[in-house]
């Protein structure tokens, strides 16, 4: 090497050094009083908020300008999974979580990579290699990535003091340095040799993760949960099970199964916090198997399917509604839960993949309203009560065949709709298709269980005139639907609603929508190198408004199966999982 | 000249009486996952390929997980019997890995149907499982 080489080499390590002490000193940690209430260009809890608005209080972008948005850089992410990243932002710095637990730190307006934090790789702050969890070593090294076990889909991550917080495809959660990406301690949850695992991470709330593990569709002697831990050291506080445990309040509801064959209530979505309250709101997912007949009972199967209202400290259900109680065709109704004050009720919204509606009291738990898209052919809601009840025909038995709409796959999933305070209305990303279902049995054995096979053959819906994705304006305050966009595949991002009065989201063919909050006139659109597919975010750097939308595959069967069945036509690359960051042009 | 219609119809005849013909012979070359219709060998290459690209969703025991079906025992059968091997290789191979398909290498994927055979208890037999013949093997429960 000559010595210029060498020169500058040691200048590029220095500016690197210089750069990393300069941020040291700049960092501004995490408070709880800034994760209540963000700073306006930041975005510090996955769906910015804690209430999960989407909601983006930066006005630079408006309808006016939004059509000269230009990008300003990009960046590859990891290929080793489904792309469904939630990324923060603080002080300008976009923390992305890519598949199977790598984290990157990047400047929000260069787009320069900062850090990187990659399981089994990066060594711990204090220098030690993280030999660890030998566990996530086989999992996640790169060399090995081929021959992952789970399925390594990682969404959001948390931030608070100056650690980032992450749940693993293995079941760990780690906290690791903001400034430098090393890791600080790394706790095991649950043994993800009996299926557990993460896909969503953690929230903070008063210094305790909270944070729901999946990875029970499988019969096992345990069942699945949500824990708290202390921020500063990984110490469990609390476990509370999403299944009524037989001999529990609510065990009688699973008939009498033993605890080994209660499954599901998979808790994989990210939860809402309300200070007001003083409660944390999380999703359980659908009971397995699927079908009531194959999981061999007709009860309501507790808290499956239910949004739980916890005590953060303790973890203590205060209260809990279960939306389809004794579900019984995979209508996940585990999904982001929105905050809003109407009429001057602290209500809660929710949406599941059966595509209605519910407005519950978030104090009390009680049953507010239910506004059904008008779209499924499964049951009917009684919009004075909540009381479901299924159509005659349509509670599937074994091997008997019904059409049913939605599909198993929803007209709902896990891309999240935001709200808007300036519109009050609730923008969903959805998905119109429907199926021809045969379910079918399982093996009731330890090990076995699973969702259940179907033999299945998708179909348009009737009423989408073969448009497959729909982006929905929803009034919160009439349930009337504000205007609708249609396009031929899926609605394939999470909704970003901003105080600019745009509104943007993307679909399965590559394109990214900025629309009018009022009237859904598209107002801007580009398009990606693969499906738009994560989380869209705005943020500022340097005083500059930017909006961050994640492309990518994978994802279930939104954008595999769906897409592949219903418009065959329409091909993407079925790969490149990466981020596009826009702006206005300078002035 | 012949006209269209004349053409057409020795079109069909001739459609007709070719199949007339196959139709025997197939049906006599038909057998089923019973007869010993892959080899120890292929199943054991089949395991490698299939940790590698299938078992992070179906699970390494192929029971399967989450949305991704079981591949062994009753929940298997459910979906398959009374089909032909041809029509499951080409499910696994123009579908899965979902992400990716068709991505590995074709006598992999048939590697693979061998170990999906071999875990669902049916027999091994003296030969690999070639490509053509596979569609004349129907999957059945155990005769």
Not at chain 1, 138 to 150: I, K, M
Not at chain 1, 436 to 446: K, N, S, W
Not at chain 1, 487 to 507: C, E, I, M, Q, R
Not at chain 1, 515 to 520: A, I, R, V
Request: glycine share 10%; with cysteine; proline share 5%.
């Amino acid at each position: 090497m000559s010595f210029r080489c060498f020169a500058s080499v040691c200048l590029a390590v220095l500016a690197t050094y210089i750069n990393l002490v300069a941020r040291a000193e700049d960092f501004k940690p995490v408070t709880e009083e800034m994760l209540r209430n963000p700073p306006p260009g930041d975005w510090l809890n996955w769906r910015r908020t804690d209430n999960a608005w989407g909601y983006s209080p930066l006005e630079q972008i408006t309808r006016d300008n939004v059509g000269q948005l230009q990008l300003v850089w990009s960046w590859a992410m990891e290929e080793t999974a489904a792309q469904e990243t939630a990324p923060l932002v603080h002080d300008g710095i976009i923390y992305l979580p890519n598949s199977h637990g790598v984290i990157q730190a990047l400047d929000g307006a260069s787009g320069d990579l900062i850090w990187e934090y990659r399981p089994a790789v990066t060594k711990r702050v204090d220098g030690s290699a993280t030999l660890a969890s030998t566990n996530q070593i086989t999992r996640t090294a790169p060399e090995l990535s081929g021959a992952v076990s789970g399925p390594g889909v990682q969404k959001n991550i948390a931030i608070y003091g100056k650690r980032i917080f992450a749940a693993t495809g293995n079941a760990h959660i780690v906290a690791i340095d903001a400034l430098t990406g090393k890791l600080i301690w790394d706790v095991e949850v649950a043994d993800s040799s009996l299926g557990y695992r993460y896909t969503a991470g953690p929230i903070v709330v008063k210094g305790i993760l909270i944070t729901g593990i999946s990875g029970c569709s499988r019969y096992k002697d345990d069942v699945c949960f949500i824990t708290g831990h202390d921020a500063a050291t990984g110490t469990e506080l609390w476990r509370t099970s999403t299944v009524a445990r037989p001999g529990e309040q609510g065990g009688d509801t699973w008939g009498d199964l033993p605890l080994r064959f209660r499954a599901g209530s998979d808790a994989w979505i990210a939860g809402s916090y309300d200070p007001g309250t003083g409660l944390v709101y999380w999703g359980t997912a659908q009971a397995k198997p699927w079908a009531s007949a194959v999981r061999g009972t007709k009860g309501n199967a507790l808290y499956t399917n239910s949004t739980l209202a916890l005590n953060p400290e303790t973890g203590k259900i205060v209260w809990f509604y279960q939306h389809l109680p004794g579900e019984t065709h995979d209508m996940d109704e585990v999904f982001e839960n929105v905050l809003v004050d109407l009429d001057g009720r602290k209500s809660l919204f929710k949406m599941g993949k059966i595509g209605i509606l519910w407005q519950l009291d978030r104090t009390t738990g009680e049953f507010i309203n239910a506004t059904d898209l008008g779209y499924q052919n499964l049951l009917t809601v009684d919009s004075s009560n909540g009381k479901v009840t299924y159509h005659e025909g349509m509670v599937p038995e074994i091997g008997v065949q019904i059409d049913m709409c939605p599909s198993t796959s929803g007209m709902k999933s896990w891309r999240a709709i935001a709200y808007s305070p300036r519109t009050k209305a609730m923008y969903i990303p959805l998905t119109l298709n429907c199926e021809l279902a045969t379910f079918g049995p399982t093996e009731r054995i330890l090990g076995g269980g699973g969702a259940g096979p179907v033999r299945r053959k998708n179909h348009m819906h009737p009423r989408s005139n073969g448009m497959l994705g729909e982006f929905v304006a929803m009034s919160v305050e009439s349930g009337k639907i504000l205007w609708r966009h249609r396009t031929a595949t899926p609605s394939n991002t999470a909704a970003l609603t901003t105080a600019g009065g745009v509104v943007f989201g993307g679909d399965w063919d590559r394109h990214v929508y900025a629309y009018d909050e009022s009237t859904g006139e598209v107002l801007w659109q580009t398009r990606l190198i693969t499906s738009a597919q994560g989380f869209p975010i705005s943020y500022l750097a340097g005083g500059k408004q930017y909006v961050a939308v994640p492309a990518g595959v994978g994802g279930a069967s939104w954008s595999t199966l769906i897409p592949r069945d219903l418009v065959p036509d329409i091909k993407r690359p079925n790969h490149g999982n990466s981020f596009y960051v826009f702006a206005l042009p300078e002035k | 000249m012949k006209t269209l219609a004349t053409k057409t119809m020795i079109l069909i005849l001739g459609l007709v009486c070719t199949s007339a013909v196959n139709v025997p012979t197939f049906a006599q070359s038909k057998s089923s996952v019973w007869d010993g219709v892959y080899s120890e060998e292929q199943a054991k290459r089949g395991v490698t390929v299939y940790q590698e690209a299938c078992a992070a969703c179906h699970g390494v025991d192929l029971r399967g997980d989450s949305n991704s079906p079981s591949l062994i025992g009753v929940s298997f059968m459910f979906l398959w019997e009374d089909r032909s091997l041809g029509e499951l290789l080409t499910k696994i191979q123009t579908e899965m890995p979902p992400a990716n398909p068709d991505s590995l290498p074709n006598e992999s994927y048939v590697d693979i149907l061998a170990y999906v055979m071999q875990v669902n208890s049916f027999p091994a037999g003296e030969d690999e499982l070639v490509p053509g013949k596979y569609h004349q093997i129907l999957i059945t429960g155990k005769p």
